[in-house]
């Protein structure tokens, strides 16, 4: 797996049936309903752009923070926090992430601190499929970075799995298992630093 495509890669599965009986949903709604995520965690399952299939836990605290623990046999742990994505991979014997900044992903749109989807030039496609909205994403400042295509059902609104395009064309797709709100989750789970400094001891 491209260790740079963690968090931006082709296919679109749903792990779960959508309902049958949903609505289009609105852009305000959407924003609506992704600035009510203040903390939350899903099991998720990642297929990568060479097919393979990855499956861990997603944990959510905005804005700016998201952390993507992989399940074996990946050795991989991706944080996101103080406006840096850091990829800790098990496997290189390096105690130090490969880093980058997180407004450099189109993830990032998501983890703002207001949402805001009907913004000029955001948003560059809103359709639905007859069970769920799909809406696509970019940074109008930095369309360079690539996108993010983001499904939701209704009834309640729930965000059901998104794909990234990266500024070189790959694809990440993430599809969640049902998200539980209002969790509790400590600050250091989204410290690269804390993370980093963990690994040399």
Do not use: C
Not at 21 to 49: H, P, R, V
Not at 61 to 84: C, D, H, M, S, T
């Amino acid at each position: 797996m491209n260790r740079r495509s963690i968090l931006m890669v082709p296919v679109m599965v749903m792990a779960t049936a959508l309902p049958a009986l949903a609505d289009k949903l609105s852009l305000n709604a959407i924003s609506a309903y992704l600035n009510t995520l203040e903390t939350a965690g899903a099991d998720f399952t990642q297929i990568n752009d060479d097919g393979s299939i990855s499956t861990g836990k997603l944990l959510i605290k905005r804005p700016g923070r998201i952390r993507f623990q992989y399940n074996p046999p990946e050795e991989l742990l991706v944080v996101a926090g103080g406006g840096a994505v850091g990829i800790f991979d098990g496997r290189s014997n390096r105690a130090e992430p490969e880093q980058y900044p997180l407004k450099r992903t189109p993830l990032n749109l998501i983890l703002e601190r207001n949402v805001n989807l009907a913004r000029r030039d955001m948003v560059t496609g809103h359709g639905y499929d007859g069970t769920a909205t799909t809406v696509r994403a970019q940074d109008p400042d930095n369309p360079e970075h690539g996108y993010i295509d983001l499904k939701f059902t209704d009834n309640p609104v729930e965000l059901r799995q998104w794909v990234i395009t990266d500024s070189a064309g790959i694809q990440t797709t993430v599809v969640l298992g049902k998200l539980a709100n209002g969790l509790s989750l400590p600050a250091h789970l989204f410290s690269i630093t804390a993370e980093t400094q963990k690994r040399k001891r």
